[in-house]
């Protein structure tokens, strides 16, 4: 099941970018903040990338003093400096100088610090490393990877917790920190309520005092973030998360506890008696917590029917494991106005059966849900249950996003019966029903039918690992975007979809016109597109005499507009003067026809 789920990676990723821009930045693990162009903020890593030998450093110009002079100079392109500890002390540096560089430095924003490989103790130069560090006052971000947060570490965060005021964001990932180590960081954090907005502390070995890490930030006004992905969370932290969304001092918006299996239905409960009285929080992310069942998702879900709740964004990727659980979300729905984006994919493995997605959505029939994007991929969603969902979406007008790849129980008739609800839809955006192995010409066809008249559809996905689609179905996609049986259909076809996913299709040459008429609608507007569509098939590319009769049988009130559309850029003078060089032609044949016919009756 986690293979199956998992298997979106390269190829899928990148239609996901595509297709899904919100919902994967709402739930990427990637750091936003470190999400840096090299050349724009001035990326500066000492002493060089880790994979570059200190030989190659020296080549290269980019030795540890050349760096410690762009730092000495206060240079302003320098804002984001990460420094490979393991790869630093193979190099004969000065620390005194390097300490008092970084910490007279103000034009220094984001720090990264990384120990990966590293052995053995941090001696006396680490140290002093952390001194200068602690003394910079213009540091707004600081990500230590991969560390053994020790008392110098742990010193310098105080200090800056304490002493800087631009400081707002800390990051702490796979590292390893003592009981004795996170008192003196809680106890700094829970004195400053000034300027930390942002804490990732995830995938960090266990310390039995993290609970006293979330207590330091009860009460804190500007706390707006906090991750605590693969914590291992248990009842005491729960109780920690619960009294902080509790008090009404918070602003927590974004709570990150995904991967943290030690939540059981007590902790959910512990939360969702918290979330019924909490205003401030708008996300939460709660992928894969196996050991929560019913009673611990009836307790949180119930928050959603609070008119307090103002959670936008839920996601329970492979978290779900009975129907009961499922049916009491959609029935959490029917009274929710607030909740925007939901994820319930890779649910279909661990007990979810396809009488629960019926259940859900006939929930949904019955509500006015206000959900904008939604992901249902990867279940065990059948025919009677996407029947269900088509009755509950013709009513919706809020869906935007749609997600409902890897849904193999759903046969391609269902596929069929599913497609109409997109003739008369006028708000979904995006849809995905790729890596659905039931999907065949047959349905592709159904589904160009249904977007013919569509006009708000820009992303499809279809095609994703689909080994079935022949030559009918791509040319049923190419008709949808590219009709060329008239200058009429041509104009009539669809001008909004600018992409198709073409997992499967090689060669673009042997569909030219459908990869031509994606790329015009990317990049045109609907009118423009419309008008090279028709130019380059009914003028450019092909014989013009038929298509100049509809130019001679035109009224004269609305022959100087036509011409001056057809000739209204480069490309649409070489269509006129094709027309024009013809013109003469079509009128001597068309004389001569009708000479030939005056002849044949006086006759």
């Not at 990384?114 to 707004?140: D, I, P, T, Y």
């Not at 000739?567 to 009708?594: F, M, N, R, Y």
Request: hydrophobic letters at 40%; glycine letters at 6%; charged letters at 20%.
């Amino acid at each position: 099941a986690v293979a199956n789920c998992e298997s979106k990676s390269s190829s899928m990723a990148r239609l996901r970018l595509r297709l899904f821009p919100t919902a994967s930045a709402a739930w990427s693990d990637k750091d936003e903040d470190h999400n840096f162009s090299c050349q724009s903020l001035g990326w500066v890593r000492i002493p060089a990338l880790l994979s570059l030998s200190r030989r190659e450093n020296e080549k290269q110009g980019r030795g540890g003093t050349d760096i410690l002079a762009q730092i000495k100079a206060n240079d302003p392109s320098v804002e984001y400096l990460s420094v490979d500890w393991t790869t630093c002390q193979m190099l004969e540096w000065k620390y005194e100088e390097h300490k008092n560089a970084i910490g007279k430095n103000t034009h220094l924003k984001r720090f990264r610090l990384e120990m990966r490989g590293h052995r053995g103790v941090l001696g006396k130069n680490f140290e002093e490393f952390c001194k200068g560090l602690a003394a910079n006052q213009s540091l707004e971000h600081i990500r230590i990877s991969c560390a053994p947060i020790n008392a110098a570490i742990v010193a310098a965060l105080t200090t800056l917790i304490d002493k800087n005021n631009n400081f707002r964001s800390l990051e702490i990932e796979y590292c390893s920190i003592s009981d004795g180590n996170i008192q003196p960081l809680a106890s700094a954090l829970a004195c400053n309520k000034s300027s930390l907005t942002r804490l990732v502390y995830r995938n960090n070995a266990f310390a039995k005092s993290q609970g006293i890490l979330i207590s330091a930030f009860k009460g804190h006004p500007n706390l707006l973030i906090l991750n605590l992905k693969n914590q291992r969370l248990g009842r005491n932290s729960c109780k920690a998360l619960g009294k902080l969304l509790k008090n009404p001092k918070s602003n927590l918006r974004h709570l990150d506890i995904q991967r943290n299996r030690n939540i059981d239905d007590k902790c959910a409960t512990c939360l969702g008696d918290a979330l019924v009285s909490n205003t401030t929080l708008k996300s939460l992310n709660m992928n894969d917590c196996e050991f929560i069942r019913t009673v611990g998702y009836q307790s949180i879900f119930g928050a959603l029917k609070s008119p307090n709740s103002s959670l936008e964004m839920l996601s329970l990727w492979r978290a779900m494991k009975d129907d009961d659980a499922l049916y009491s979300l959609g029935n959490a729905l029917t009274n929710n106005n607030a909740l925007k984006s939901l994820n319930l994919s890779c649910n279909g493995n661990d007990g979810l059966t396809a009488g629960g997605w019926v259940a859900f959505f006939i929930c949904l029939q019955h509500s006015s849900f206000n959900l904008e994007t939604l992901d249902l991929s990867s279940n065990t969603i059948d025919d009677e249950g996407i029947h269900v969902f088509s009755y509950a979406l013709a009513t919706n007008d809020t869906l935007r996003i749609l997600d409902l790849s890897g849904n193999n129980s759903i046969s391609s008739m269902g596929w069929q019966r599913f497609s109409t609800f997109l003739r008369n839809n006028s708000v979904l955006e995006t849809l995905d029903v790729g890596r659905n192995e039931t999907i065949d010409d047959a349905a592709v066809v159904a589904f160009a039918g249904a977007l013919a008249q569509n006009i708000t559809l820009k992303a499809l996905g279809i095609l994703q690992f689909n080994e079935r689609l022949a030559n009918r179905g791509w040319m049923a996609l190419s008709r949808l975007l590219n009709n060329k049986s008239s200058i009429e259909s041509t104009y009539c076809a669809n001008h909004t979809i600018t992409f198709i996913d073409d997992y499967k299709c090689k060669d673009r040459n042997q569909y030219p016109d459908l990869f031509s008429a994606l790329e015009w609608n990317q990049n045109l507007s609907e009118e423009a597109a419309a008008r090279k569509k028709i130019l380059c098939h009914h003028f450019l590319n092909t014989d013009t005499e038929t298509n100049i009769q509809i130019f001679i049988d035109m009224e004269l009130q609305v022959l100087p507009h036509a011409i001056a559309w057809l000739g209204g850029d480069q490309l649409g003078l070489t269509a006129l003067h094709k027309v024009l060089k013809k013109i003469p032609s079509v009128l001597c044949s068309e004389h001569k026809a009708k000479a030939a016919g005056s002849k044949r009756k006086r006759g």
